[in-house]
């Protein structure tokens, strides 16, 4: 049984950091893409970055470039994600997400087949 668990949210002012932590339990494919997505009140989810499992090509959406970096931990079967220099426009809700496929057929929020119950991020200017 697959159960996604983030951690690490917070409260932090612009410019701040938070590092953001994803358990892919019960996750066991070879082949596979993480995401991590978020959510504003009133806006769509939106994806923020991704990582494939076990070859680390990793991709992000243009507004965190430079300032969000995701990675892996294969022996924890963990997923982070790094924010640095953070913006009050960065506020959401923020959500892993885990598809058995390549990251590069990845193309929204509708294609992940489990999800994370989701960490706040506030950021105040």
């Known amino acids: 049984q697959v159960q996604l668990v983030e951690s690490g949210g917070g409260s932090v002012q612009a410019g701040g950091s938070l590092t953001l932590s994803c358990a892919l339990n019960?996750?066991?494919?070879?082949?596979?893409?993480v995401g991590w997505l978020r959510q504003a009140p009133g806006k769509e989810r939106e994806g923020v970055a991704r990582?494939?499992?076990?070859?680390?090509?990793?991709y992000y959406t243009d507004s965190v470039k430079g300032r969000f970096t995701v990675s892996q931990d294969n022996a924890k079967n963990t997923v982070y994600l790094q924010m640095n220099s953070l913006k009050p426009e960065d506020t959401a809700m923020y959500y892993c997400?885990?598809?058995?496929?390549?990251?590069?057929?990845?193309?929204?929020?509708?294609?992940?087949?489990?999800w994370g119950q989701g960490t706040q991020v506030t950021v105040s200017s």
């Open positions: 990582i494939g499992i076990g070859h680390n090509a990793t």
């Open positions: 997400a885990v598809v058995p496929y390549p990251c590069s057929v990845v193309l929204g929020a509708d294609d992940y087949r489990y």
């Open positions: 019960g996750v066991h494919y070879s082949n596979a893409c």
